[in-house]
């Protein structure tokens, strides 16, 4: 079966970068889809297709995929960006894949 | 605006059938889309169950195949979910959502609100 990576916890500064990181084997191959999950919510779609934002979505999201790691980036990070993380890709073997989630911290 | 609406039974006994409903308002099933199931236990991450398009046709998570029916109702706008043989492993928040997908990948978007379901005696 097809397993995604993800680490369980970033930590970014108030106004700067964080990227997080989704490991699969030859992930660079799949699409990859990225939703945000805020505390009691339903997870909401932040990035498609690897790097394509819903409406709604700040630019500040943005997404890339490539070899065996896709990122999720969260430019000029807001309070409000804290959450959890999941990656998801489709996989001939195991059809839809969630990553175990990365708890994103703003501080 | 496409909203999604999960309902049925909070608290389900161990060994019986999970049912649950997915009422979808601001577009009609039979226009097209897959709709899944995920699920989400206590603190950890999320699980998808299965889906299935306006025909009826389905796919299942492979782990969960063997207990797993979902089915559709275009003239109520609805799909609903069986889970059969239910253990306290099975204890989470369920979510409905719509299931975008091409030849090659799928992606879930809007979310329902999600519904927790407990098993227990």
């Known amino acids: 079966s097809y397993e995604l990576t993800q680490p369980l916890s970033v930590s970014v500064a108030l106004g700067q970068t964080a990227r997080i990181t989704c490991g699969g084997n030859n992930i660079g191959s799949k699409n990859v889809h990225w939703y945000q999950q805020k505390p009691g919510q339903a997870p909401v779609l932040v990035i498609y297709?690897?790097?394509n934002r819903p409406s709604g979505i700040p630019e500040r999201f943005s997404g890339s995929n490539s070899g065996n790691t896709a990122t999720l980036t969260i430019s000029r990070a807001q309070a409000g960006d804290e959450a959890d993380y999941y990656c998801?890709?489709?996989?001939?073997?195991?059809?839809?894949?969630f990553g175990g989630g990365t708890k994103l911290t703003v501080l | 605006q496409v909203q999604l609406q999960e309902s049925g039974p909070g608290l389900v006994k161990p060994s019986e059938t999970l049912s649950l409903t997915c009422a979808v308002s601001g577009y009609s099933i039979s226009s097209g889309y897959y709709w899944g199931w995920i699920r989400q236990p206590p603190g950890k991450g999320l699980e998808w169950i299965g889906s299935?398009?306006?025909?009826?046709?389905?796919y299942y998570n492979p782990s969960l195949k063997s207990r797993v029916t979902i089915s559709v109702d275009t003239s109520k706008n609805q799909f609903s979910l069986k889970l059969s043989s239910v253990t306290a492993a099975d204890t989470a928040v369920y979510y409905c959502a719509r299931h975008a997908t091409t030849v090659t990948t799928g992606w879930f978007d809007p979310w329902g609100q999600g519904t927790l379901v407990t098993v227990s005696s």
């Open positions: 297709r690897d790097s």
């Open positions: 299935i398009y306006h025909s009826g046709s389905t």
């Open positions: 998801q890709v489709w996989d001939s073997s195991t059809a839809e894949v």
